[in-house]
């Protein structure tokens, strides 16, 4: 059974770059399957934010886009997500996920809750 | 950006009740779209995927329909621990979410 952890950086100051690290248990990061990172907050909802393949492919949320690197490393089992120049908007809980093409996200860790604060 | 409105906001209903939720596109995202299930405290949990493709597991008193702009998911007899917060996702374009209709307890 397939688990994902995302680490946990607590609080960042503003301005500064938010870096998550999620990684997987029981699914090999290798595989067929694409690894993303979606955001939740009370104000805004779900926001999806970036997805990458295993082979490096990667796409962005055209809002984030500018602010946001997604990386793999396949010897870890491990994707990564840095948002640089963050601000108080970009508090949320973080999660990361597994997706299948054309079907959604069918695994999910537990997530993070990043605060941006002074 | 695809913009995913949901409806209603809140639904409250009884147990063993049927409940229709709807979710609706700015533009077609053909049958690309996902609902999930979050509870408090949990991340959102797969429940339909392609429109109405009914993820690994699900009772089948989920079900999901629609294509284009309009969408539909429909629980058949509302159980205790079906109360809980339902979101749809469009994968068609990017990816982007519905604002969630909440399920509670009338």
């Known amino acids: 059974q397939v688990q994902l952890q995302e680490s946990d950086p607590g609080l960042v100051k503003p301005s500064e770059t938010l870096s998550l690290t999620c990684t997987v248990f029981?699914?090999?990061?290798?595989?067929?399957?694409?690894w993303g990172w979606i955001r939740q907050t009370p104000g805004t909802g779900l926001e999806w934010i970036a997805n990458?393949?295993?082979?490096?492919?990667?796409y962005y949320n055209p809002s984030l886009k500018s602010r946001v690197i997604i990386s793999i490393d396949t010897s870890k089992n491990q994707f990564s997500l840095k948002l640089n120049s963050v601000s108080v908007a970009d508090t949320a809980v973080y999660y990361c996920?597994?997706?299948?093409?054309?079907?959604?996200?069918?695994?999910w860790g537990q997530g993070t809750l990043v605060t941006v604060s002074s | 950006e695809i913009v995913m409105t949901q409806s209603p906001a809140t639904l409250s209903v009884s147990p063993g009740e049927r409940v229709t939720l709807s979710c609706r596109a700015s533009?077609?995202?053909?049958?690309?779209l996902a609902w999930y299930q979050q509870k408090p405290g949990q991340a959102p949990r797969l429940l339909i995927y392609d429109a109405s493709t009914r993820a690994t597991g699900l009772p089948a008193r989920f079900s999901g329909s629609g294509s284009g702009t309009d969408f539909t998911l429909t629980i058949s007899s509302l159980q205790s621990e079906d109360f809980a917060v339902y979101y749809c996702q469009q994968y068609n374009k990017w990816q982007t979410f519905g604002q969630g209709t909440k399920v509670e307890i009338k």
């Open positions: 533009q077609s995202v053909s049958s690309s």
């Open positions: 990458i393949f295993h082979s490096g492919t990667s």
């Open positions: 996920a597994r997706g299948r093409q054309a079907s959604g996200y069918d695994s």
């Open positions: 029981g699914s090999s990061i290798n595989s067929g399957y694409y």
